[in-house]
Structure formats: structure tokens, C-alpha cells
């Protein structure tokens, strides 16, 4: 539902706010007082295409923002975007002078093709030549589907159901039947690849290890000879003395004798015994080492030529031996499926039989459903259309069958809804009906059916009272008085009775301020109302028998239940 309205240099419009309420609203005033600019700026919060030419004179861009209810449609797409936020929706949509748009939801920059989808789940705006759904022949059937609420909800489900997942067989089928040359081709490829990496013999972390062996045995010569020099110098006498490790024990007997003489020196002598012990250690490991170390001098060859191997495969199958591996895996899976296409196929086409069989029963169904809506909802309209004044109209869902040989989702028809407006004309579609105060009729009766199918909060009618008048309007009114009921509504109108039977009732006037026409609207309180039904009526304040007239209108019409 619309609860806020803000428009700032739009047209005529200078800075306006209104608010909205539910129920059947009315907006009347002068030709050209600036009722439908009202209506326009709200069609760009529907995702309206604009231009800078509505731009105020003088201003640098126009700016319209509205506050609405979330409805659940709304709500389950804001969801998608990430842009719900609790159960409150604000859209902006500001048009500059460049021709730049920015639009925002809920304080987030959006697209127009954004604002269009979000706003075919807000507001329906009906004018006399158009309506943003049923003018559309590819909406009729969603419509017909709603107004046969769970029930046949439930057969369109099933068969829609069946038809995607025909549709996914069919594609795999296809997908699987490829040139058979290509397939065989393909088969080669992956067989010579997994029969390279396999004969590899690959080892998770293989290269890495060999990267390590490779660097130690291409420096094997340097590192002999510092742990021979390391070694030689610890155990061995060089330059006419002893040994590291003879003088560190000649040390240590020393030290022993002076702390048995001098307590103090125990805990410097027990440290020192540590430390000799810890070389000892010490060179008798670089000793195991050194005896160790490889003396193969044909190993760093064998490594070279591993891991060429490796880096080869590298080149082709991925940066490391578990991505190789992981190809190979891929590639297996792959063979196995071109291998077993044939099985695949015949199991694909049995399944993709079975399927259609079903969907054809299921299909036939969801027609005789549908006729059977359609028959109830022809009967439907034209009793609303009798109501206004189109006694002679005759209205019908015309379905023409699908020429197809496999399932589709929506089922085996296309649905569309016909009119002859008058005695011995052809139906035809209604985007194509002459008369716009008829096809406006013809909006309101359709709309006062299918409101609960449509499931939009809010409906717009503007200037749909073309060409009617008398008792016809009394009907109209009541009609938008219901309607408002279970939506918002709101009506541009010229005639007083239909703005009698208004909930609210808004005045748009045009008035001039500081040598500029701008555009003044208001909330109506009782009294006002019965001066602006006056002037509608052509009369003046000070004609007492017009003002009694439509006080006594507006007395009986909010009085109709």
C-alpha cells in the first residue's frame, strides 16, 4: 500500500508531500490542474521510463520518493536483492538534467529495470488506453490460473513440474548425442592423457621432496667438506695439538679437582661437564652424518630426469602433482560418461517417454481446468459490465492450442481475453478496443473480479470515467467503493458522483506564486468536500441549491454499504 508521497520540482510541482490511506481515494480538480502529473510521478516509482523534460523550469533535477507496505510478492524479491528491510519500503528515483536516472530501494542505488519488476508487485496503474497488466495477452493466462485459486494451482504445478524435468532429460539427451566422431575423438584424448599420469606413478608431495634432494646432492661436495672440517677439528690433533675434544676433557678434569676444593665452583663445573657432554654428542652425530651421505653420483641424474617428468606433466595438467592427480580424476569421470553415452541415451529416452505420457495427462487437465475458469469468468464480467452500462457486451477467453509435440511449461494453450463492445461486432482482443471510456469499463470490471488474483495493493484508476454518466456512475462508484475494500484505490476523476462515494478526497489546484504556476493538493475535510462536489456539480458556494444537492449526495453515498 502507498502510505507517502513526495514530489520536489516534477512538472508544475514545486515540493509536495502527501500521504495516503487505505480504502477508496479520490483525486479531483480543474482540466490541467495537475491530476495526472500526481499519477506520473508515481509511475516512475513503478519503473516509468522518464526525460529531463519533467524537470521543473529552472530546477536541476526532479525528485520523487514513496513510502509503501511490503506486500508478500514485494517482500519475497526484496529478499533475492538483499534489500528488505523489516516491513518497510522507500523508493527514490531522482531524473536530471543530463538525463542521468538514480533510483534507490530502501536507501540502496537500483536499476530501472529493478523499480519496474518491484513496482508490478505495488501499484497497477489504469488509464484509459492502457494498464500495466491486463493489456498484455502473455499475462491473461496468469490471471485465469490465479482466479482458479489452490485447486487448480496445484494441476498447473504438477504438469509445469513434469514439463522441466522433461526439458532437463531432453538437454541432457542432447548433450549426450553429440557427433559421434567428436565423442570418439574426445575418448582418445582423455584415454592418452590418464595413461600419461598414470604410468607417471605420481606421489602426493613428490616434487617437493625431490626440489630438497636435489639442492642437497647438487651441494653435496660443500657440505662434505664443512662437516669433515667440523669433525677433523673436534676429534682429530692438527698442528702439533690435541684434539677439541681431548682439551675440552683435560678442561673438565681440571675444573672437577677445583670444585671439590671449592664448593662455589660446583654449579660453573656441572655446567661445563653439560656443555662437553652436548659436543660429544655433537660430533658423534656429525660423524653418523658424514657416513651418511650419499655416494652415488648417478642419484642427482635419476632426480633430473624425475622431475622433467613431473614439470612436463605440469605443463599440460596442472601447477602441482595433487592437481595432475586431481585432472586425472576429472578426466576418468569424463571417459566413463562418453563410454557409457549409449546406455545413458537409451535410459534418458525411456524416462524422457514416460515423462511426456504423463505430462499429456496432466496437460489435459490443466485445459479442462482452464475452460472451465474461463466459461465462469466470461459470465462474471459481463454481469459487471451490464452494471455499466454495457448491456450489449459479450466477453471472452479465447484459447488457441499449442502445436507442440513435446511438454511445455504453461500448459498446451495460449489463453487471451476477447470483447465486441456492441451488438454484432467481432470479438477482439482487448488492446485493441476503439473506445477508451469502454476498455476503461472493461478495466474496472476485470479488476473488481480478479483483485484477489492479481494480488497488487494498489490500484490506480486515472480518468477511467470517460464518456459515462447517470445511473452508469452510481454503479461505477459503488464498484470503486468495494474495490477498496480489499485494495488501495485510488481514482482521478471529473464526476461528482464517483468522488461522493471516495473515502478520501483529495483537491489538486493549480495557483500562482511569485510569478510561477505551481501545483497545491489537499486533504479534504467534510465541508470542503461539499464545495468541491459543488464546483464539480458547476455551481458555486454561493448557490444554495447546488450546495444542498451535493450535500445530500455525499450524505447518501457514504451511507452505501
Known amino acids: 500500500m502507498l502510505k507517502e508521497l513526495q514530489i520536489r520540482d516534477f512538472a508544475l510541482i514545486e515540493d509536495l508531500e502527501l500521504s495516503f490511506y487505505s480504502g477508496f481515494s479520490v483525486l479531483s480538480g480543474e482540466t490541467g490542474a495537475g491530476k495526472s502529473i500526481i499519477i506520473d510521478a508515481l509511475s516512475l516509482l513503478a519503473g516509468a521510463r522518464a526525460s529531463s523534460e519533467v524537470i521543473r523550469s529552472g530546477a536541476e533535477c526532479a525528485l520523487v520518493s514513496g513510502s509503501f507496505t511490503i506486500s508478500p510478492g514485494a517482500a519475497e524479491l526484496l529478499q533475492e536483492w538483499g534489500m528488505l528491510e523489516e516491513d518497510e519500503l522507500i523508493i527514490a528515483r531522482e531524473i536530471n538534467m543530463s538525463g542521468r536516472?538514480?533510483?534507490?530501494?530502501?536507501?540502496?542505488?537500483?536499476?530501472?529495470?529493478?523499480?519496474?519488476?518491484?513496482?508490478?508487485?505495488?501499484?497497477?496503474?489504469?488509464g484509459q488506453h492502457d494498464s500495466t497488466s491486463l493489456l498484455s495477452p502473455q499475462s491473461h493466462v496468469q490471471l485465469l490460473d490465479n482466479y482458479g485459486g489452490a485447486g487448480h494451482g496445484r494441476i498447473l504445478a504438477q504438469a509445469d513440474q513434469l514439463a522441466n524435468r522433461w526439458l532437463a532429460l531432453k538437454a541432457e539427451q542432447t548433450r549426450l548425442q553429440r557427433d559421434d566422431r567428436e565423442r570418439n575423438r574426445r575418448i582418445d584424448l582423455l584415454s592418452y592423457q590418464i595413461d600419461e599420469i598414470v604410468s607417471a606413478d605420481l606421489q602426493p608431495g613428490e616434487?617437493?621432496?625431490?626440489?630438497?634432494?636435489?639442492?642437497?646432492?647438487?651441494?653435496?661436495?660443500?657440505?662434505?667438506?664443512?662437516?669433515?672440517?667440523?669433525?677433523?677439528?673436534?676429534?682429530?690433533?692438527?698442528?702439533?695439538?690435541?684434539?677439541?675434544?681431548?682439551?675440552?676433557?683435560?678442561?673438565?678434569?681440571?675444573?672437577?679437582?677445583?670444585?671439590?676444593?671449592?664448593?662455589?665452583?660446583?654449579?660453573?663445573?656441572?655446567?661445563?661437564?653439560?656443555?662437553?657432554?652436548?659436543?660429544?654428542?655433537?660430533?658423534?652425530?656429525?660423524?653418523d652424518y658424514l657416513e651418511d651421505l650419499p655416494a652415488d653420483p648417478g642419484r642427482l641424474n635419476q632426480i633430473e630426469a624425475r622431475l622433467d617428468v613431473i614439470d612436463s606433466l605440469k605443463r599440460k595438467y596442472g601447477g602441482t602433482v595433487e592437481e595432475i592427480l586431481g585432472y586425472a580424476e576429472q578426466a576418468q569421470a569424463e571417459l566413463e560418461l562418453l563410454e557409457n553415452a549409449a546406455v545413458r541415451a537409451d535410459d534418458l529416452e525411456a524416462e524422457c517417454v514416460r515423462l511426456q505420457d504423463q505430462w499429456l495427462v496432466w496437460a489435459e487437465k490443466l485445459t479442462a481446468s482452464r475452460l472451465e475458469l474461463a466459461r465462469r469468468l466470461e459470465q462474471q464480467i459481463m454481469a459487471e459490465l451490464q452494471d455499466l452500462?454495457?448491456?450489449?457486451?459479450?466477453?471472452?477467453?479465447?484459447?488457441?492450442?499449442?502445436?507442440?509435440?513435446?511438454?511445455?511449461?504453461?500448459?498446451?494453450?495460449?489463453?487471451?481475453?476477447?470483447?465486441?463492445?456492441?451488438?454484432?461486432?467481432?470479438?477482439?482482443?482487448?488492446?485493441?478496443i476503439a473506445s477508451g471510456g469502454e476498455l476503461s469499463r472493461v478495466m474496472l470490471a476485470i479488476k473488481a473480479i480478479l483483485v484477489?488474483?492479481?494480488?497488487?495493493?494498489?490500484?490506480?484508476?486515472?480518468?477511467?470515467?470517460?464518456?459515462?454518466?447517470?445511473?452508469?456512475?452510481?454503479?461505477?462508484?459503488?464498484?470503486?467503493?468495494?474495490?477498496?475494500?480489499?485494495?488501495?484505490?485510488?481514482?482521478?476523476?471529473?464526476?461528482?458522483?464517483?468522488?461522493?462515494?471516495?473515502?478520501?478526497?483529495?483537491?489538486?489546484?493549480?495557483?500562482?506564486?511569485?510569478?510561477?504556476?505551481?501545483?497545491?493538493?489537499?486533504?479534504?475535510?467534510?465541508?470542503?468536500?461539499?464545495?468541491?462536489?459543488?464546483?464539480?456539480?458547476?455551481?458555486?458556494?454561493?448557490?444554495?441549491?447546488?450546495?444542498?444537492?451535493?450535500?445530500?449526495?455525499?450524505?447518501?453515498?457514504?451511507?452505501?454499504?
Open 207 to 287: 616434487d617437493d621432496r625431490l626440489e630438497q634432494e636435489r639442492s642437497r646432492l647438487a651441494n653435496l661436495d660443500r657440505i662434505r667438506q664443512a662437516v669433515e672440517f667440523a669433525v677433523g677439528l673436534m676429534g682429530d690433533s692438527y698442528d702439533e695439538r690435541e684434539s677439541l675434544l681431548h682439551t675440552l676433557s683435560s678442561i673438565e678434569g681440571e675444573l672437577t679437582r677445583a670444585a671439590s676444593l671449592d664448593t662455589v665452583l660446583e654449579p660453573l663445573s656441572q655446567r661445563y661437564v653439560e656443555l662437553s657432554l652436548n659436543l660429544h654428542e655433537l660430533y658423534r652425530d656429525l660423524r
Open 389 to 432: 452500462a454495457m448491456e450489449g457486451t459479450r466477453f471472452e477467453v479465447k484459447f488457441t492450442p499449442q502445436e507442440a509435440d513435446h511438454p511445455v511449461v504453461g500448459g498446451r494453450e495460449l489463453v487471451e481475453f476477447m470483447m465486441a463492445a456492441n451488438v454484432g461486432e467481432d470479438l477482439k482482443p482487448l488492446a485493441k
Open 101 to 126: 536516472n538514480k533510483c534507490w530501494i530502501n536507501g540502496r542505488l537500483a536499476t530501472v529495470n529493478q523499480l519496474a519488476s518491484l513496482g508490478a508487485l505495488l501499484v497497477d496503474i489504469v
Open 452 to 561: 484477489e488474483a492479481e494480488q497488487i495493493p494498489t490500484i490506480v484508476f486515472d480518468e477511467i470515467d470517460a464518456g459515462i454518466g447517470g445511473r452508469t456512475a452510481v454503479n461505477l462508484g459503488k464498484k470503486l467503493r468495494a474495490l477498496g475494500e480489499v485494495r488501495q484505490v485510488l481514482c482521478v476523476t471529473h464526476l461528482p458522483v464517483v468522488a461522493s462515494f471516495g473515502s478520501h478526497h483529495y483537491s489538486v489546484q493549480k495557483e500562482a506564486s511569485s510569478n510561477r504556476t505551481v501545483v497545491k493538493v489537499t486533504l479534504l475535510a467534510a465541508e470542503e468536500r461539499v464545495h468541491e462536489l459543488t464546483r464539480m456539480l458547476g455551481g458555486t458556494a454561493d448557490e444554495g441549491v447546488t450546495s444542498e444537492h451535493a450535500r445530500q449526495l455525499l450524505h447518501r453515498t457514504q451511507s452505501v454499504t
